[in-house]
T-cell receptor, first 108, second 114 residues
């Protein structure tokens, strides 16, 4: 079946640092999504990518849909404490295929 | 605009009891999804509906689990009888259409079966 490999599993960074995470797949997707989940809440959609090669920004977040349609990355610039949480990638076909998540921890 | 609304937020009950989780999708969304999230298995799709009709229930773990969507604004996920291994956070999500549109999640129901 379809699988997504999301890395890294977790990141310990200093406030102000840039963050980068990515997802790769053995299958092609037509849509890539990035979600963030905070404790006690459901995943919240951050960025949706619909076209191979597309680069989309949402504030300090930037995500790209890989040319091969088998990968995507998410960058966060100048991290702040409220960025902590778990970030999930998801490939959308007729249903969502989820990555395992990247847990972001910001050291004070 | 109201998002996906789930109730209850927390449920603690003894094994063997019936558990009913409820979901109100975003108005106008045609597709509804039930997920289960655990540390071990991450997010698992249990079942999804399109226009109130179950389309894929292959993720439902056992016959103890059942889901209904009697109308466009309400769905239930029932576990009967419940077991300790059912303890998890259950999420409901909705999207405007069956394919190609992002899903929007509720805040989940944290279920603990003692």
């Amino acid at each position: 079946g379809q699988q997504l490999n999301q890395s890294p599993q977790s990141m310990f960074i200093q406030e102000g640092e840039d963050v980068s995470m990515n997802c790769t797949s053995s299958s092609i997707f037509n849509t890539w999504l990035w979600y963030k989940q905070e404790p006690g809440e459901g995943p919240v959609l951050l960025i949706a990518l619909y076209k191979a090669g597309e680069l989309t920004s949402n504030g300090r977040l930037t995500a790209q849909f890989g040319i091969t349609r088998k990968d995507s990355f998410l960058n966060i610039s100048a991290s702040i404490p409220s960025d902590v949480g778990i970030y999930f990638c998801a490939g959308l076909d007729y249903q969502l295929i989820w990555g395992a998540g990247t847990k972001l921890i910001i050291k004070p | 605009d109201a998002g996906v609304i789930q109730s209850p937020r927390h449920e603690v009950t003894e094994m063997g009891q019936e558990v009913t989780l409820r979901c109100k999708p975003i108005s106008g969304h045609n597709s509804l999804f039930w997920y289960r999230q655990t540390m071990m298995r991450g997010l698992e799709l249990l079942i999804y509906f399109n226009n109130n009709v179950p389309i894929d229930d292959s993720g439902m773990p056992e016959d103890r689990f059942s889901a209904k969507m009697p109308n466009a604004s309400f769905s239930t996920l029932k576990i009967q009888p419940s077991e300790p291994r059912d303890s998890a956070v259950y999420f409901c999500a909705s999207s405007p259409d069956r394919a190609g549109q992002p899903q929007h999640f509720g805040d989940g129901t944290r279920l603990s079966i003692l």
